[in-house]
């Protein structure tokens, strides 16, 4: 009932003259931004329809609101390439401490000794679980990370009076944010394309190489959920044409203290904090994309840096003279930094390669026990996450009936039965992808329940399959008409004219 | 099954050509906007633009994923298909009858290394 009562929209819940406070009279000289401010800086009109409602309302329209959302901690969040993994509660008390919450980044660096350790601390933990020289911890989340890596790259081939080098290669199975990102920084994008296996064609490759590369991007393993096994080779000819190697950290979950980037001949590499160092993600963010390069590009990395002086033993921050510039104010998203530290400390080094282990025997598990039910395009054990190409055909997922069963529609029909949809339709070399990454925090029970649920959807499918078509019946609203919501997106609210 | 019309070039990247005397038709085919789902924008060049076989020149956006638009032939473009611009959904009613591009061929022979409607049906089987 209170969800009906209270789940209209705040302005349809507003009642003029309503509201949750009151003033004292002001004795003071009222400033009216007329007489203040220039006419450019003034809201034109809009005010009148601001909400009006007391505070009890709204607290009510809000909590019911919160109940309406989807989370880690609500449920299973299955969402490939996005380690959705859990987020311990400690990692909120830790960067909920007024020490941390208290900053401000302008402060005097001898009045913030302890941050400024604690910046230096997690930098040289992520380079030793890199394999890497040096992190920069600034960048804001994935794609910027992605951006301030191309631009090291970039600054490297300047710095050397290499003008020549243009373009950047990406695999065809990469994430969407690699060409965009290779775009974004100024860079042709070059496509190399996969073996049926699902890695990278090095045949393929050899003949796009040249002094015009100026790297190439790779995620490994790739979003097929596959390790790329020749990654030295690959490695050695981008770097005898004169490139560097970038590592896409999207995926590094299943490496995690197994094996480094540093060591398979990755120069540049970001890492997602939200993703592998359980840091909030999806809605509840910010993200945070450390990069790391080897030795001999230290110099690149965007500023501030923090260093410690040798001379007084203190923390300081500072910016290089060949740096490629600022890329965030100050120290990036700071509070996400101490989430992150606090998990790489709580899990110790004995633990993160477990952490990376768990995370590939879950995929395994869920994958070997969907098979049959599911069409696994790519054979062989994959690391993290795995990719079904949409339901067996015997299920009535065949592609070549105009009237199969979609990946859309088994991914609608999950929210019935309480799971997150996984990725679809990604990676694009198959036509129904479906993405499914478990990490290493789910319980074998839950696992369980999921492989159910998906063995139950194929029968669904095969016997009542309008419980398909017509799904999600149980989610506070039903499909969404997607195509109106990007040709007709309304970002204000205008009241219904009857 | 995705329509295929006959006599018509097709590429690899899905683009079809149609030729009329010295000018080109280019569109995405049938398949292409069967795979994509409904098509919520298409990025496309200006008039005049010159454009090369085998590089891109504009994109398609679909609810479901982004691709860039391949020219199969090089030339100039006389014309644009000004009414995608609102109403995209055209291309997923009739991809065929809604090009993208008009090109002025600066080389018809480039026509040689397209597929014709036969070897089309074959590769999107």
Partial sequence: MNQTLYSPLIFELSHPGRKGYSLPENKWKVAHATEELPETLRRQ???????????????RHYTNMSGNNFGIDTGFYPLGSCTMKYNPKINEELAALPGFTELHPDADDADVQGALELYDTLQSALAEIGGMSRFTLNPYAGAHGELTGLMVISSYHRHRGDAKRTKIIVPDSAHGTNPASAAVCGFQVVQVSSTPEGTVDVEALKPLLGDDIAGMMMTNPNTLG????RIPEIAKLVHDCGGLMYYDGANLNPMLGVCRPGDMGFDVMHINLHKTFSTPHGGG???????????????????????????????????????LGSVSSNLGNFGILVRALAWILAMGRENLPLAAKISVLNANYVKENLRDYYALPIEGICKHEFVFDGMRAEYGGSHSDASHITTLEVAKRLLDYGFHAPTIYFPLLFHESMMIEPTESESKETLDKFIDVLKKIALEARETPHLLRTAPQSTPVRRLDDVKAVKDARFTYTPEVN | M?????????????????????????????????????????????????????????????????GDLVSPVSGEIVEVNEALEDNSELVNQDAFANWIIKVKLSDPSELDNLMDAEAYRKAIQ
Wanted: glycine share 14%; hydrophobic share 35%; proline share 7%.
């Fill in chain 1, 45 to 59: 009109g809009g005010l009148d329809t601001l909400p009006e409602a007391d505070e009890l309302t709204v607290a």
């Fill in chain 1, 226 to 229: 596959i390790f790329e096994t």
């Fill in chain 1, 285 to 323: 963010g910010p993200g945070s994309g450390p990069v790391g390069v080897r030795s001999g590009l230290e110099a690149f990395l965007p500023g501030p840096v923090v260093e410690k002086d040798p001379a007084t033993g203190l923390y300081r921050r500072t910016s290089k003279p060949d740096s």
């Fill in chain 2, 2 to 66: 995705a329509k295929v019309i006959d006599g018509l070039f097709y590429s690899e990247s899905h683009e079809y050509v149609k030729v009329e005397g010295e000018f080109a038709y280019v569109g995405i085919t049938d398949y292409a906007q069967e795979q994509l789902g409904n098509i919520v924008y298409v990025d496309m060049p200006s008039e005049g633009d010159e454009v090369t076989a085998g590089e891109e020149f504009g994109a398609v956006e679909s609810v479901k994923a982004a």
